[in-house]
């Protein structure tokens, strides 16, 4: 689990937050309360954000690596770049907490 302590306190609350998310996006798409279609692509969208957030930091320094001759290993995402990641990944967990609210009001 050194992945995991390697994360910022950011980035292993939003993981917490996308993993009870998922979680519950995935019992109600089983339970047959309001649309299961919908709390399917919403379990699908926080897998995903999830996985977006574990792999942020490799993909950068990937990215870094393949658009510069001598990168090095010590290269860091500035905090603008973690800034950005964080309002995207939050949008996300915004937009699954939106579709468990439409999912129950919507009913099919």
Same mark, same amino acid.
């Given at each position: 689990?050194?992945?995991?302590? %390697? +994360?910022?306190?950011?980035?292993? #609350?939003?993981?917490?937050? !996308?993993?009870?998310?998922? @979680?519950?996006?995935?019992? /109600?798409?089983?339970?047959?309360?309001?649309?299961? %279609? +919908?709390?399917?692509?919403?379990? #699908?969208?926080?897998?995903? !954000?999830?996985?977006?957030? @574990?792999?942020?930091?490799? /993909?950068?320094?990937?990215?870094?690596?393949?658009?510069?001759?001598?990168?090095?290993?010590?290269?860091?995402?500035?905090?603008?770049?973690?800034?950005?990641?964080?309002?995207?990944?939050?949008?996300?967990?915004?937009?699954?907490?939106?579709?468990?609210?439409?999912?129950?009001?919507?009913?099919?």
């Amino acid at each position: 689990m050194k992945w995991f302590a %390697d +994360l910022k306190k950011g980035q292993k #609350i939003l993981i917490l937050i !996308n993993a009870v998310l998922a @979680i519950a996006l995935l019992v /109600l798409a089983f339970s047959g309360v309001g649309g299961s %279609d +919908l709390f399917a692509i919403g379990f #699908i969208i926080g897998f995903f !954000n999830i996985i977006s957030i @574990i792999f942020a930091r490799g /993909l950068f320094k990937f990215g870094i690596d393949i658009n510069t001759e001598n990168a090095g290993d010590n290269v860091e995402p500035s905090e603008w770049k973690y800034l950005n990641w964080y309002m995207n990944w939050g949008w996300i967990t915004l937009v699954e907490v939106a579709i468990i609210i439409f999912g129950i009001v919507i009913k099919e």
